[in-house]
């Protein structure tokens, strides 16, 4: 993959942090460059220094589950 290549690629990624590397690789694919295989876009992904994705929700501790937990595990972290 060329520099221009890699810009196109960021700028894919950047735009649905929430895409999965077989979407990235087709939106790829789809530009006027060659066709690259996800392994290869994987690699370059991590190259770039783009490991990780969006973090997944999560629901926030509540009171209730601080109820039921020992009260010195809490202070011990």
Request: aromatic residues 8%; contains cysteine; charged residues 25%.
């Amino acid at each position: 993959m060329h520099e221009r290549d890699q810009r196109r690629l960021t700028r894919i990624i950047k735009c649905d942090r929430r895409a999965t590397l077989p979407q990235i690789a087709a939106d790829f694919n789809a530009g006027p460059s060659t066709s690259v295989s996800v392994r290869t876009i994987q690699r370059n992904i991590v190259d770039m220094g783009l490991r990780s994705r969006r973090p997944t929700p999560v629901p926030l501790m509540t009171a209730r589950y601080y109820a039921g937990v020992p009260v010195f595990w809490l202070f011990s972290v």
